[in-house]
């Protein structure tokens, strides 16, 4: 919007000679009658106010109404002033007025805002036409410096994005940085875009045909604020060197348990980011979910259980992998072998749907993730009857979720407290996503218990890991079975070792234990090395 100022009353020279200046007519007396003068209507002072409040507003009608003979092209002057500049308002201010003989000088400030502010002193000439003042036009009344031939030209130079880091500084925003960071990298330049970029430099040049003759204004760029992310770039490659052998589809996700950080995401091959974005069934990963809502129940890891080989419920026949039979057994084993009949059928029995959904919900499943890159969200669907509840308790049926999801289930165990993982500093994380959230004692206890059986002498026993080392197999069956056999299956492992959490997911991979174990086992011996 434009706007007419007045700053201070306006300074008179006086004229030498007569001034004519009112539009009434004066009668004078004379010998043979009575003789009238002429005299001129308003005000050299009033004619440029009103002149410099219709440019203001855009009135280029009256504008013109008030100039002297206007050319053809006068409207376009004005115009491109405020197209050319790309202004968003201005103020005019008249600043002083000298009279001589002939014409009258209104001087003026123009206040232009913009990509560059920009004052300048510019002036009107008036002059008597037709008992009237009128601004004698040219150019230069629009600014001192146009004249025919000259425009302004309004030059941007567009800032270039501040660095995006991992957690050491290095920077990982560059064509060297490993395919599976400039991921993560463009995600989050896309999210921080006004944060990384800043403002552009600007600046008004004087330019006569394709020359520039000089700058009249400029505005200094405003630089963008580098991005720490919280990537460890020696944990990042300690996963791509576990995945480098790998000829199937697949993901590895590392996370800090104690804060929720995401210290690394790989994915083989590139393209797609599997590691934050794939859906998969968990299977039986995600008993660590059905194991802690059972001993919040009341379930001990030394209490006795059943786990034979196959056991029908809800009409339908669940069996264990390879339909090992293991009799009776404590909860524990059941965990550490995985017995999916044990857990299907206590979920049945001892929980239902509503309770394992509660559960499920206290490890992520339904929440938003938003770490600072697009994430999916971990699903967990009410179950429809027991068959679905017991498919669900193993991480079948229409369980879904992330190695990003997964991971941060590992990762609640380790620190006790389920958190929402992260790329950037918490301050910085998008609002909308979900609160962390504190696991029962009792619970963490067991599963503290319970995971690290599955690598000492459940299914993953003989694979060798470092010390120190708990986690959970899972063979998440998909898609349809050929010729009679068995569906195909997903590869899972997940885990923690001191505060690295993690998980592995190789599509089609077949057995967790055969597959994933060994690229977790292989990942975590980098690291100690």
Excluded at 40 to 49: F, H, K, L, V
Excluded at 205 to 230: F, I, M, N
């Amino acid at each position: 919007m434009f706007h007419l100022q007045e700053d201070r009353p306006v300074r008179r020279r006086r004229r030498t000679g007569l001034i004519v200046t009112a539009a009434v007519l004066v009668p004078l007396l004379a010998a043979a009658g009575v003789v009238w003068l002429l005299r001129t209507r308003g005000s050299a002072g009033q004619t440029a106010s009103d002149y410099l409040s219709a440019w203001s507003r855009g009135d280029y009608a009256a504008m013109r109404a008030l100039t002297v003979d206007p050319p053809a092209d006068y409207e376009n002057w004005y115009r491109r002033l405020r197209t050319d500049l790309k202004l968003s308002s201005a103020a005019f201010t008249v600043t002083g007025t000298e009279e001589a003989d002939t014409a009258t000088t209104v001087r003026f400030r123009a206040d232009l805002s913009g990509p560059v502010d920009w004052t300048y002193r510019g002036a009107l000439r008036l002059v008597e036409r037709e008992r009237a003042w009128r601004v004698a036009w040219t150019p230069a009344a629009v600014q001192p410096d146009l004249r025919a031939g000259r425009r302004l030209k309004l030059v941007t130079v567009k800032p270039r994005l501040a660095p995006v880091t991992a957690a050491d500084g290095t920077r990982i925003d560059t064509p060297d940085t490993p395919g599976s960071v400039q991921q993560l990298v463009e995600g989050l330049q896309e999210t921080y875009r006004a944060r990384l970029t800043g403002s552009a430099a600007a600046r008004i040049d004087l330019v006569e045909g394709d020359k520039t003759l000089r700058t009249l204004a400029r505005s200094g760029a405003e630089e963008g604020r580098p991005l720490k992310t919280t990537i460890d770039l020696r944990v990042h490659e300690a996963g791509a060197a576990a995945l480098e052998d790998v000829d199937k589809p697949a993901s590895l996700v590392a996370l800090r348990p104690s804060t929720g950080e995401i210290l690394a995401a790989v994915n083989k091959p590139g393209g797609f980011n599997r590691a934050l974005l794939g859906k998969y069934p968990p299977g039986s990963t995600f008993k660590v979910v059905t194991a802690s809502a059972l001993v919040a129940g009341g379930a001990r890891p030394e209490e006795t259980v059943r786990c034979p080989a196959e056991q029908t419920i809800g009409g339908f026949p669940f069996h264990n992998a390879e339909f090992h039979d293991y009799g009776t057994i404590s909860f524990r084993d059941a965990f550490a072998h995985s017995c999916n009949t044990t857990f299907g059928a206590m979920s049945v029995a001892g929980l239902g749907g509503g309770r394992l959904a509660e559960v499920a919900a206290g490890f992520g499943f339904g929440a938003p993730i938003t770490p600072g890159v697009p994430a999916v969200r971990a699903e967990f669907p009410a179950p429809k009857d027991d068959t679905d509840l017991a498919s669900a308790a193993i991480g079948q049926g229409r369980v879904l979720a992330s190695p990003l999801n997964m991971a941060s289930v590992a990762a609640a165990i380790a620190g006790g407290t389920w958190r929402p993982p992260r790329l950037v500093a918490r301050d910085l994380v998008p609002a909308g996503g979900a609160e962390p959230r504190r696991l029962e004692d009792g619970v963490v206890r067991a599963l503290r218990d319970l995971m690290p059986a599955v690598v000492s002498e459940g299914t993953a026993h003989a694979v060798a890991f470092p010390p120190g080392t708990a986690g959970k197999t899972g063979t998440a069956e998909y898609g349809s079975a050929e010729d009679g056999g068995d569906p195909p299956t997903h590869s899972w492992f997940i885990g923690y070792r001191d505060d690295v959490a993690f998980a592995v997911v190789v599509e089609g991979g077949g057995t967790g234990a055969a597959v994933a174990a060994p690229i977790a086992a292989r990942f975590l011996s980098r690291l100690a090395s």
